[in-house]
């Protein structure tokens, strides 16, 4: 068998069924299971292969050094953040951040949410301690409930996360849609929850030389306000619990090409965890088939000689934008495991979207004992990555962050200079710690300072 024939022709959505799976779901009652997935099957899709196009071209660009990659949400979404407020304050914050990056780089953004659909989690291991009890750990609310008394798992809960990731799609494209991102007004994207004066200074700096640009613009009839009024934003989730993802998985005509191709109709861009991405897993060979772009975690375990095969059994026909590398060392490791991947992949022949995740590497227990993250380690792994990478004549293409609109303290240190004592007072993830507003604009204005021109 040739590399150029790893998309077999036995390739189907279900082909992965026989492969050995890391984080695999067992239902007590398969009869229930196989008609969660029999209405699965027959519910439509929530996003389009014209849609899925043109993500993949706008990363193309990405990985040609044109554009740059956001992505960032949650670690676990939960069904009640399928809510106005919740929904709105994730796209003001990414938005805002992609406004800052824009300015700062000059370079157009790309923006992928982890959202919509982000409810499965890989867990290190199957049962975990709650109040002095040992109960089944907590898999995200597509397969248990956070309540200790509500782990068994439930197919039901399959079709709950399609409805909630649903609704959730439906008011995001409703709302950029009618302008909610519209870059003429981007002070109405409002600061109120912004206690640091710096971060307000510096937005509404940028915020005001937008706005005089677009006026003079206007004025000498260079722009009219359609194209300005609204902005791309994809969905994306981690490609985990793949009984939904086959479901979810329909032929359909490519726009361009009008060939029929199996598209991932859930999101625009899936990716594999750092804990399913094993060459010969029932993942991998999932991923294999689908035309959808993807992520692919790479952590301190993958090895260099692997990542080239890797890339060959996923993206068979070397496109570019196709697989995004999302790496995520840690401060410590990164300068260890980085060079030999780029070089791996320089080898390889593929043209790969460079994103660094300095979250996932860089995970601590407070002194309360609760999971946090210290500021400090995520800038740091970040900037290692960036001098790694122009070290190895190579670029960070994109980064990807757990982050949420809201004031959590869930991350030490940033301006706001957040304390190991202060984490108690809104420390609301049900998974991983997230940067909270005004964390994550210190990140767009320190990167956006960084490639400033
Ligand atoms: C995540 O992105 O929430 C996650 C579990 O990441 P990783 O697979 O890199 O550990
Ligand atoms: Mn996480």
């Not at 009652?29 to 099957?41: A, F, G, N, W």
């Not at 005089?212 to 206007?218: A, E, K, V």
């Not at 593929?350 to 400090?376: I, Q």
Request: aromatic residues 8%; neutral net charge; contains cysteine.
């Amino acid at each position: 068998m040739t590399k150029a024939d790893n998309v077999t022709s036995e390739w189907s959505p279900s082909s992965w069924r026989p492969k050995p799976i890391a984080q695999s779901v067992k239902y007590e009652d398969q009869k229930h299971e196989k008609q969660v997935e029999d209405k699965l099957k027959q519910l439509p899709p929530m996003v389009t292969p014209s849609e899925i196009r043109r993500l993949k071209e706008q990363l193309k660009q990405v990985a040609l050094g044109e554009a740059f990659l956001l992505q960032g949400g949650d670690c676990a979404e939960l069904f009640e953040y399928c809510s106005q407020e919740p929904i709105e304050s994730k796209l003001k914050v990414l938005l805002q951040m992609s406004l800052v990056l824009t300015w700062g780089a000059r370079i157009p953004i790309v923006r992928i949410a982890r959202m919509a659909g982000q409810y499965a989690k890989p867990r290190s291991s199957p049962t975990e301690m709650v109040n002095g009890q040992e109960v089944i750990s907590f898999r995200g609310e597509n397969i248990n409930g956070f309540d200790p008394a509500d782990r068994k798992p439930d197919p039901d809960r399959l079709l709950k996360a399609y409805f909630h990731s649903a609704a959730t799609i439906n008011y995001v494209r409703s709302i950029i849609s009618s302008g909610f991102a519209d870059l003429h007004h981007p002070s109405q994207w409002s600061l109120h929850h912004v206690r640091s004066e710096t971060i307000r200074q510096e937005y509404s700096h940028i915020v005001d030389r937008v706005t005089d640009s677009l006026s003079f613009m206007h004025t000498i009839g260079a722009v009219s306000s359609p194209p300005l009024a609204s902005v791309d934003i994809f969905m994306s989730h981690e490609g985990l619990v793949l009984p939904y993802e086959e479901c979810l998985t329909r032929k359909l005509k490519d726009p361009v090409t009008d060939e029929f191709k199996w598209y991932n109709v859930s999101a625009h861009f899936l990716w594999i965890g750092d804990r399913t991405r094993q060459l010969a897993s029932a993942h991998v060979e999932y991923f294999k088939g689908i035309e959808n772009p993807i992520g692919i975690k790479v952590g301190p375990s993958m090895k260099a000689d692997e990542l080239g095969q890797f890339l060959d059994v996923v993206n068979p026909k070397k496109e570019i934008g196709k697989v995004t590398l999302i790496t995520r060392y840690g401060a410590k490791e990164v300068d260890k495991h980085l060079p030999g991947h780029i070089e791996a992949v320089k080898k390889s022949g593929h043209v790969v979207v460079w994103a660094c995740d300095p979250m996932h590497g860089n995970t601590e227990k407070s002194l309360s004992g609760v999971k946090t993250r210290y500021f400090d380690s995520i800038i740091e792994e970040l900037s290692r990555t960036i001098r790694i990478h122009k070290a190895h004549r190579s670029r960070m293409n994109g980064v990807h962050f757990e982050l949420t609109g809201d004031r959590v303290t869930e991350c030490i240190g940033g301006s706001m200079e957040l304390a190991d004592e202060d984490l108690s007072q809104n420390y609301k993830t049900y998974c991983d710690p997230r940067l909270n507003y005004e964390q994550s604009m210190d990140i767009a204005f320190l990167i956006a300072r960084y490639y400033e021109k």
